[in-house]
């Protein structure tokens, strides 16, 4: 008995300091990011809960399919150059290069988006949407790519620099401004809305360039790159933006598959309902990585620390998700009402198999991801990211026309669980690979030494 005693203080004892560790990492920046994600989404749910209110449905449906279609293209934004940017800017912290990177990155991703601006301008002239009232608002929409791709790449090149506490804050500014400014616009239809968005986004951009200058300045300054660099970041870059465009199209073919599948209204509405917290929480552990990444990227050679550092977060990230992942599926029935009503409540048990699935993708996948990235891992990711997808399509069409939304649902998560145990690991085989390469490295070095005629 005394015996059990002592193991259950043991245990209880390493959960609150493994908890300790992870309250010094959120005082560290994820603690602001946090916030702002919180508050953002906030914002987000309140502004649509006010412009389906001011516009008629028949304009609120034109402005979402506009959007939609914006959404996909906005998913291959400089092609990926952006998230480059932060990788090669990071890995060069201090040098000259440092800015040639985010130079390039600038430029090239401004030309790509340009490209695909052209790209899909063209198609559309050729090609009938299914809302044509939606096309003159798709071409409206398409330059916001371009104002957009450098306010990414400055809020990138902040999070690289570590300043989490303005990152958050100027999240937070953007969201609030986009928000009003599409409210206030509103009162003059879908056209009010659009010039509030474009107005809105130069503001923003000249705001954080502005906060940036001395950053800007110094960019602008940069020097080229050489062959062997743009080779290197453009691989990264596209791998990348290939996985996470794969991980995107995730979260919107389950949906899509049920419609196609089941062709019922109410049975699309019940899984969007489910689908609702389980998509909302991916901003957890989006809100750690933020954090954490440009300190792997700067360790990204030093095996022991990112051992050290890759437990101590999943350990974090597995107690955070475990509490929230039981408390959900326990109060499931109340969630459900509280979220959308009684006549929703259909929705409880894939709700509860959906938090199973974020629990197992949100602890384990969702960093993984990122961490593979961060060690330029990335066609690791981009070959898991597409495994992934065709085991989600295979089981929806296997799964929803025998067990409908349940079936979806499952598909989901043994999805989600197939891609955990890729990325997870490819983690650990790179954590490996890089101990191997140190262990070569030492080896090398001390023949060379063995090797060095006395003086």
Known sequence: MTKHIEWIFLKTGSIVKKLSLFWQQLKKGILHVFTASVINKIIMMLSTMILTRMLMQEQYGILSYAGNVYSYAALFSGFGMAVGAMQFGMENRGAPEENSFYLYCAKAGTLANLAIIAFLSILLIYQKTPVSQAK?????????????????LFLLILRGQKRFKKYAKLLIAQTILNAFGSCI???????????????????????????????????????????????????????????????????????????????SVEAIAVYKVATLIPNALSFIPQSVVICVVPDIIAHNKNSAWLKENFRKTFNGMLIVNLVISVCLIVCAPWVIQIVAGEQYLAAVEPFRILIAGYFVAGTFRSLSVNFLAALKAVKENAV????????????????????????????????????????????????????REKSTENENSDSLGECIPEV
């Open 384 to 435: 898991c990211s597409f495994i992934t997808c065709l085991v989600d399509v295979a089981l929806n069409f296997l799964l929803i026309p025998r067990f409908g939304i349940l079936g979806a649902a499952s598909a989901t998560f043994f999805a989600e669980l197939t891609a955990s145990v890729i990325t997870f690991g490819s983690l650990i085989y790179t954590l490996m690979r890089l101990k």
């Open 185 to 263: 616009g509103a009162i003059w239809g879908i056209n009010g809305i659009f010039a509030a968005k474009y107005f809105v986004s130069i503001v923003v951009v000249f705001s954080i360039g502005w906060l940036m200058r001395d950053t800007v300045f110094e960019v602008i300054r940069g020097g080229k790159l050489n062959l062997r660099q743009k080779k290197e970041l453009w691989r990264y870059s596209l791998l990348n933006n290939v996985s996470s465009t794969l991980n995107s199209f995730l979260f919107l073919i389950d949906l899509t598959m049920v419609g196609v599948l089941m062709t």
């Open 136 to 152: 003159i608002y798709i071409y409206l929409y398409l330059p916001l790519l371009l104002i957009e791709y450098l306010s990414q």
